[in-house]
């Protein structure tokens, strides 16, 4: 795969560095475990290796410039965010399965 004019070490210890956390994703959630199993049902394991590289590269560079600590976003981070687009795609395929999908009430978050 052909990402441009980069630096091939870099690169090489990224992806390195997202197959691990995917590794360690099953003893404890991570951020970019989540973000590359999101990504690798649609794009491709290289493609999403890629993309949580990518995120991970910018994330160094936001604690190295500000000085600052990586805090762990934690496995669901995504979802937490983005509760109505799970919520309807979730709907949307139980009723593709011949269901019938009705919501009440309100959902607690732990």
Known sequence: ?????????????LIEA?????????KKPNFFAARYKRLAGHR???RAAMAA???????????????TRYEELGGNHWDEHHRDD????S???LEQLGYSVALSGTATVT
Do not use: F
């Not at 795969?1 to 210890?13: F, H, I, P, Y």
């Open 53 to 67: 590289a990518h995120s991970m590269l910018i994330a160094i560079y936001y604690m190295l410039r500000d000085g």
């Open 18 to 26: 997202v197959l691990g956390a995917v590794r360690a994703s099953r």
């Open 1 to 13: 795969m052909s990402t441009g004019a980069g630096n091939e070490w870099l690169r090489s210890a």
């Open 91 to 93: 709907m949307r395929r």
């Open 86 to 89: 799970v919520v309807r795609r």
């Open 44 to 46: 491709g394991t290289k």
